[in-house]
């Protein structure tokens, strides 16, 4: 079984999970649940094609080459600075990001700052922020969330300096 | 029928099934302006570079990836609706509010977690624990947790591309990050708006 599979059984379950507990607490639950849940699906849908269609075209003009470059060989905290500044801007989806943080690791590139790449990337990749956290989140909680993100790719950066390689 | 009573029966059970009034939602806003702008920019830099062919294979490429995520928008959707209406806002407001203390944010990174699915899931759950009373930190530390160390991306993504070793690793690296996210959250959040977090504390 694919684990993409697995993920849409798991989801779907627990909207199945989920939504009988709402049955049970009455029809009408259920129902404001059911309008609530569809009235959403339909505001995010343009917002969500828009960044998924367009995402392809941001990617094209950013050459994943360019990112590879900048994680080197020598672990310095500059160099975890570029990769966080890298993992911020890498645009696509986690196909491209963990690719570069593969290639990376295969041409010498120092762990920890490939570390910080992923874990920034994962934090606050500019593309999933404006892309799918904007749409769905009060923008307010965003900005506060991405902003107290920012140490912390250099936190785990410092941890696998201290424990080593995997 | 004897009596017509029109006082409803039971007024603290009806709280509970009486459904929640609709969010508010947001109009189309400047971040989605901000993006639109990006993708015509890059979709004519494209075009210049690789022509119209160029700009329609990935036209049909990424029309493919949409629809692939819609069903999975729609049941995040309607996982973050049935929650939002489900939980018991008391409950949640202590247990994940700004009083909820360390174990506020180990519910929260328990919580994103264990979330199945990919963004599709975890921000409109995010959304709808905000709404129902949980502190910037509770959901920072949630939403951290599911960019971290939730297994949805890892099991999908990161071990197929990067390799078990460095993906366990790389998750043991991460485990105390979203409670210190959302420590540094609520940290933060009351020194920025102090006005906000003492209206919270009263309510």
Known sequence: MSAALLIDILLWGSVFGVGLIAFRRGPPVFKASLREGSMDFINIVPRIALGVIGSGYIAAIIPQEVITGWLGPDSGWLEVATAVVAGAATPGGPVIGFSIGTVALKSGGGVPQVVAYVVAWALFAFQRVILWEIPFMPARFVWFRCAVSVPFPFVAAAIAMVIGKP | ?203
């Open chain 2, 1 to 203: 029928m004897l009596e017509s009573s029109p006082k409803p029966p039971a007024p603290a059970e009806d709280a509970e099934s009486e459904p929640r009034p609709g969010r508010a939602r947001k109009p189309i806003g400047w971040s989605t302006i901000i993006i639109a702008a990006l993708v015509a920019v890059s979709a004519a830099l494209v075009w210049r570079r690789d022509g119209t062919d160029g700009v329609l294979e990935i036209l049909t490429h990424d029309l493919s990836l949409f629809g692939g995520i819609l069903p999975r928008v729609l049941a995040g959707c309607l996982l973050g609706a049935f929650i939002s209406e489900i939980l018991p806002h008391e409950k949640v407001s202590r247990s994940l509010g700004p009083k909820s203390g360390l174990m506020g944010l180990l519910i929260g990174t328990a919580f994103g977690a264990i979330l199945p699915g990919g963004p599709f899931t975890a921000y409109p759950v995010a959304s709808a624990l905000l709404a129902v009373g949980a502190d910037f930190g509770a959901t920072i530390a949630m939403v951290v947790s599911w960019t971290l160390i939730g297994y949805g991306r890892a099991v999908a993504w990161e071990i197929p591309i990067m390799g078990t070793d460095f993906t366990l690793w790389r998750i043991l690296i991460s485990l105390p990050l979203p409670v210190l996210a959302g420590a540094l959250g609520r940290f933060v959040y009351v020194r920025v708006y102090p006005k906000r977090a003492g209206d919270e504390e009263a309510a």
